[in-house]
């Protein structure tokens, strides 16, 4: 079983920053994806940024390319998302998950942690 848990959400006005961390317990990580997804109210999930826990790989959805950055450290279990110049489209919960390897999609990613609110003010 695995066990992902949020933090680092909270309020920041527009422009600001957050980074958001996953800390992963439960079982070796070598061959997961380990992903971010938020969903706004009133709004379906949406994928933001993927990685390879070997190699780090990584993916972003056009909306956050160049603003938003995953990354983990293999030694502290620990995936992040550190967001930069935030605007009040990117307020959502924001969920941590991990999959096998190849998972792109929210559906191919078996573990989810209970998620962590962000939201930007203008």
């Known amino acids: 079983q695995v066990q992902l848990v949020e933090s680092g959400g909270g309020l920041v006005q527009a422009g600001g920053s957050l980074r958001l961390s996953c800390a992963a317990s439960?079982?070796?990580?070598?061959?997961?994806?380990m992903g971010w997804f938020r969903q706004a109210p009133g709004k379906e999930r949406e994928f933001v940024a993927r990685?390879?826990?070997?190699?780090?790989?990584?993916y972003y959805r056009d909306s956050v390319k160049g603003r938003f950055t995953i990354s983990r450290d293999v030694a502290k279990n620990t995936v992040y998302l550190q967001m930069n110049n935030l605007k009040p489209e990117d307020t959502a919960i924001y969920y941590c998950a991990a999959g096998s390897a190849g998972s792109s999609y929210s559906h191919e990613f078996h573990y989810w942690g209970q998620g962590t609110q962000v939201t930007v003010s203008s």
């Open positions: 439960g079982r070796a990580f070598s061959t997961y994806v």
């Open positions: 990685i390879t826990w070997t190699g780090g790989w990584s």
